[in-house]
Structure formats: structure tokens, C-alpha cells
């Protein structure tokens, strides 16, 4: 996501991505942004308009600068530059699916160390892409099929009706009045 693919001319934002996987279709993707997501971004709009909001490459230089500065002893000659001179794989301008999802099976990893020593449960496996189901089984509760099909940019509603779990509330209620 970059500053450039966000019109902020509305009251809601539309992010539209620079590709998409059913652009060879000719399909056009368009993501609507409302005030909670507006309020998240806002912070990581950038100057440069053509820079990734979120990149690894910038994380990485963050966490580097922060642990020097938080250091307790004097910096060695030696380490005064730790980075690897030829490193197989530098961090990215920009997260792809699979580091987002890889860094997050990371963070449960480290967190369920942690909890096991503390005698606490882990949490159980997860991927970001139960956000999505999530999502689009909230978005059919609350405003039909149509609208989760159109927020999540699907071009059936047979696709949608995949992602959005039926609501077994409304089925209840619906034979409660029919007897």
C-alpha cells in the first residue's frame, strides 16, 4: 500500500492497489476505508508518495536504530557496523502475502514459548486469512450478501457465500416464526 493509491478526496478513503490478482481479467480492485481504517493509516502516510506505507526494509533500520540507542555498553570497534556484508535475502520494500503470514506463525511461535514457561495455553494456530472470513461472515449478518461480495471483490455471489459463514441466528429465527 502506498500514499499515491489512496484518494482521500471523500469522507471515505478508496485504496486501490497498484496490482491485484484478477487484474489480467481486466477487473478493476477498489478497497473502501472508513474512519477506523483512516485513523490507522493516517500515522503512516509518507511524503513520498510512490513509498510503501509498511517495509520490512524500514522496520528492520527502526529496530536497528532502537536497539543501539538502548544499548547498556559501549559499542566495540568491531561492532560498530553488525550488518552482514553479502546477506542472502535483505528485507523487502514491501510485505508480500507470505512474510505477512510468516510473521505472524513467528509471533505465535515466540508467544506460546512464552506462555508455556508461564504455565499459561497457547494460542491456537492462526492466519491472517480468517480476517477475511471473518469479515465478510460480519459484513453478510449486518448488510446482506451483496454488500460483503462488493466490499470483498468478488465478481459472483457463489464466491462470497464461501467466504461468509452462514448465520445459524437467523435461521432460528426464521423457523420461530414459521413454526
Do not use: C
Amino acid at each position: 500500500m502506498r500514499t499515491i493509491d489512496i484518494d482521500r478526496s471523500g469522507r471515505v478513503w478508496v485504496y486501490t492497489p497498484e496490482s491485484h490478482k484478477t487484474q489480467h481479467h481486466g477487473r478493476e480492485r477498489k478497497i473502501h476505508l472508513g474512519p477506523t481504517a483512516q485513523e490507522i493509516l493516517r500515522p503512516w502516510l509518507r511524503r513520498e508518495l510512490t513509498a510503501y506505507l509498511f517495509s520490512p526494509a524500514d522496520a528492520t533500520a527502526e529496530r536497528m536504530v532502537e536497539m543501539r540507542r538502548t544499548r547498556k555498553t559501549r559499542v566495540q570497534p568491531s561492532q560498530v557496523s553488525r550488518a552482514k556484508r553479502k546477506p542472502k535475502k535483505k528485507p523487502g520494500e514491501f510485505y508480500t502475502t507470505e512474510s505477512y503470514r510468516r510473521s505472524i506463525a513467528y509471533g505465535i511461535q515466540k508467544a506460546n514459548r512464552e506462555r508455556t514457561a508461564r504455565g499459561e495455553p497457547e494460542i491456537p494456530s492462526w492466519h491472517p486469512h480468517q480476517l477475511r472470513h471473518n469479515a465478510a461472515t460480519r459484513l453478510r449478518r449486518e448488510f446482506g450478501l451483496d454488500v460483503a461480495r462488493a466490499v470483498l471483490g468478488h465478481s459472483t455471489p457463489v464466491v462470497t457465500e464461501i467466504y461468509a459463514e452462514m448465520d445459524g441466528a437467523k435461521a432460528a429465527e426464521a423457523m420461530e416464526r414459521v413454526g
